[in-house]
């Protein structure tokens, strides 16, 4: 007896005719035989169930952006630099997958730190946030930054700072500050890299950060010398962003936007489409171009999105804030709930099997 034959003729083959009606797609156990690279393991993930499925779609969405003469924008939020991943995002430059970074101002300076050949280390469970302080240790969760790091970084900084200052009086935004930074520093940093290649690096929340806090001391400082000063003008930042973004869109290209968190580098991205249309709804501009609207988008976080925060936003709500193109015009979406420091290398060396 064949298990068909267990059926009530009237159901058999009724579901697997319903599944091809709604045009599902068949399901295939992993296995490891044959796996030779990340990229066939994440293939065969593709097809099997849960955050390994969204992992592996997401190389295909990715993959399809990067193929696409996309304009991507690279979104950094948490400490993903301290966290050792300052590689990747050096690896992502060089292989021209990202054409701008929008960034917290921590994750840059942890950056820099690395850049100076300084060490991060593993925190221990076993010792106090107390004696952590003692011994000026900064924590983040299980990772450590000595505070004597951010001193140093400070040193290198300031006299960069300096010559900022002393060759003009304009004010900057952080794309013309942190490029200054990239050509002055030496070594193969984030910075460095982004200055050599003509990727602008954005902070929008700069005074949030260590980074921020050194370059305010060092306007006091020069302040109360009596010496030139240049102020940071965020809005600089604003309209630059919006002006690139839209020469992408008018040379009919499209934009995607590849997300490592959430929080402000993500909104503020995100956030150009709806600038550009109120400019032009409000200013009553003509021969505007088309609207700015990402159509690729990768997220790993994993914020939920019933906590109400833009961080778990799904892109689907973006499309109701005329963010993002909708699936049904076209826009092309993955968004995985995974701690970034696993989902995001595993994605970036499955791309780099498939020869991007």
Excluded at 56 to 61: I, L, N, Q
Aim: net charge negative.
């Amino acid at each position: 007896m064949t298990l068909e034959d267990t059926l009530p003729p009237e159901e058999s083959g009724v579901s697997a005719r319903g599944a091809a009606e709604l045009g599902l797609e068949p399901m295939a156990p992993l296995t490891l035989a044959g796996v030779k690279n990340t990229d066939d393991l994440l293939r065969q993930m593709s097809k099997t169930a849960f955050t390994g499925r969204l992992l592996g779609e997401a190389v295909d969405v990715a993959e399809a952006m990067l193929r696409d003469d996309c304009h991507v924008v690279l979104t950094l939020t948490g400490a993903m630099t301290m966290a050792g991943l300052n590689p990747l995002i050096i690896t992502m430059l060089e292989r021209k997958w990202v054409h701008a970074i929008v960034s917290t101002g921590a994750l840059v300076g942890h950056g820099l730190v690395e850049d100076l050949g300084l060490k991060h280390y593993k925190a221990r469970g076993d010792v106090s946030d107390d004696d952590y302080l003692a011994r000026r240790l900064n924590r983040v969760y299980d990772t450590v930054e000595p505070e004597d790091n951010l001193d140093s970084m400070e040193r290198v900084v300031r006299r960069i700072f300096r010559d900022l200052a002393n060759a003009g009086t304009e004010p900057v935004g952080t794309h013309e500050l942190l490029r200054f930074l990239g050509q002055k520093l030496p070594g193969r940093g984030v910075l460095q890299t982004a200055a050599k290649l003509g990727v602008p690096v954005y902070i929008p929340a700069f005074t949030d950060s260590e980074l921020g806090l050194d370059f305010a001391v060092h306007l006091e400082a020069r302040r109360r010398l009596g010496r030139q000063v240049r102020l940071y003008d965020g809005f600089r930042d604003l309209v630059h962003f919006r002006e690139m973004c839209a020469g992408v869109i008018a040379d009919g290209r499209k934009l995607g936007i590849f997300t490592v968190g959430g929080g402000v580098p993500r909104n503020w991205a995100q956030q150009v489409g709806p600038y550009a249309d109120i400019r032009h709804k409000r200013m009553q501009l003509e021969g505007e171009g088309e609207a700015v609207r990402y159509c690729y988008g990768i997220r790993i976080c994993p914020d939920p999105v019933h906590y109400g925060h833009l961080s778990g936003c799904t892109y689907s709500e973006g499309v109701s804030w005329g963010k993002f193109i909708p699936r049904s015009e076209g826009g092309r979406y993955a968004e995985i709930l995974l701690d970034a420091t696993v989902g995001w290398p595993l994605l970036a060396q499955a791309l780099i099997d498939r020869d991007l």
